[in-house]
């Protein structure tokens, strides 16, 4: 049994309770991939995974080999092989709204989810259409981002937050220079640090529909995006340009505080959630849908994969 629902995502139920996951995708696989495109997300609930392996040949059947995590913008672990943690923020901290490695010069299209042990309390994925998100923009905030796109500039300090170490992936800095120089970054050795600016598109095309996508880090970047607490003590620990993380528009002007409250808005309004089961495996339109984390209670685990790099 197959059904949409008010959470965005479209439900695929287990309809033979003797198969596993992979089968099903391989028997399915063109009318997911359909599902996929056209409500950006596909919850398939029911199934026996297989566990961490399962998972992996979940991913190679609906979007071939997972990739390798780089230029991360947050902590994980390795699980196995490209099967990673989510996000290893304290539980009782939000993760807001958000597609996967959008202030890259190539992204996954296609993310995935499988949740290992679901929390006792919230700790949803919550989901939010980018297609419909970038129609309820106000137009000139909208095109405004479009014509001068947006910068993010992060600080990487060997005292302090995620090391340059863990988010290039290497200790030589040789290698984070050609890194940087072969994916439109601006960097600087500073004391103890680097800096990194990179300028992107805020809005794109999708490749499949062509529908034009909010699709940034924006609004997750920037500074006052932070709880209140977290961004007051950073505000006063660092001056602006050293902060570890913040956005301006592309020609390094400063997004007005009005501008990034209709954008958290608009993108609140455009959030759907569901809680999850045990087993469950949630794929997502990377360029279709943004998602985010609430804050929960026990011990939630969730896998995650990414596939499909785009542009290749």
Known sequence: MSHAEPALAFIVDNDDPGADLAGRIHRDRAAIREHLTEHGAVLLRGF???GVDGFDAVVRALSGA???YSERSSPRSTIKGQVYTSTDYPPSEEIFLHNENSYQASWPRTLFF??????ATLGATPLADTRLLCQAIDPAVREEFARRKWMVVRNFRDS????????????????VGSYCESHGIAYEW??????????REAVHKHPTTGEPV????ATFFHVTTLAAELRDALRASFPEEGLPTNTYYGD??????????HLRGCYRTATTRFDWRLGDVLAVDNMAVAHAREPYT???SIAVAMAESYPD
């Open 190 to 199: 500073l004391d103890g640090g680097l800096r990194t600016r990179a300028v």
């Open 66 to 68: 997972p990739l390798t």
């Open 298 to 300: 026990g011990p939630r």
């Open 252 to 261: 390094g002007g400063r997004i007005p505080d009005e501008v990034l409250d």
């Open 48 to 50: 026996d995974v297989g």
């Open 160 to 175: 302090f937050g995620v090391s340059w170490q863990h988010v290039f992936g290497t200790d030589d800095r040789a290698g």
């Open 114 to 119: 499988h949740c290992l042990q679901p929390p």
């Open 214 to 217: 909010w699709f940034n880090h």
